[in-house]
């Protein structure tokens, strides 16, 4: 399973590509899983109503990790652990690293934090 963070769509439609296709290129649709801070990044920078109504209804398709109470608190601890260690990682990010390692994913990003959170496997395509 892969978590395609926010730098990756944005990447892909500052391109002039549909993420989309290009993620289907190297991955079948159930492998590919989202959270709510993904989510709203991406669609918060659409312009296009068209643009946004098709992102939308394809991340409508994707299995959602939630961000509940659970989440929020693994989500503190990394983020204390980190600090403690001299890396400090904008909350979105530690948000979805979390969300990501709850499900066992692997975050395709292009985003360099991600390399600082223990046990978080990067994906590529």
């Known amino acids: 399973m892969v978590l395609v963070d ?3 769509y944005i990447q892909l439609l500052r391109a002039g590509k549909d993420p989309v296709s290009e993620l289907a290129r190297s991955f079948d649709i159930t492998e590919i899983v989202i959270c709510s801070v993904v989510r709203c990044e991406v669609l918060r920078g659409l312009i296009r109503p068209r643009a946004k109504a098709h992102l939308t209804a394809y991340f409508d398709l994707l299995v959602h990790i939630a961000t509940d109470h659970r989440v929020w608190r693994a989500t503190e601890d990394l983020a204390w ?45």
């Open 6 to 8: 926010s730098s990756v």
């Open 81 to 125: 652990q980190l600090d403690r260690a001299g890396k400090v990682l904008p909350l979105t990010n530690l948000i979805i690293a979390v969300c990501a390692l709850r499900a066992g994913a692997a975050v395709l990003t292009n985003d360099r934090h991600f390399d600082l959170v223990p046990r978080l496997q990067r994906a590529s395509f």
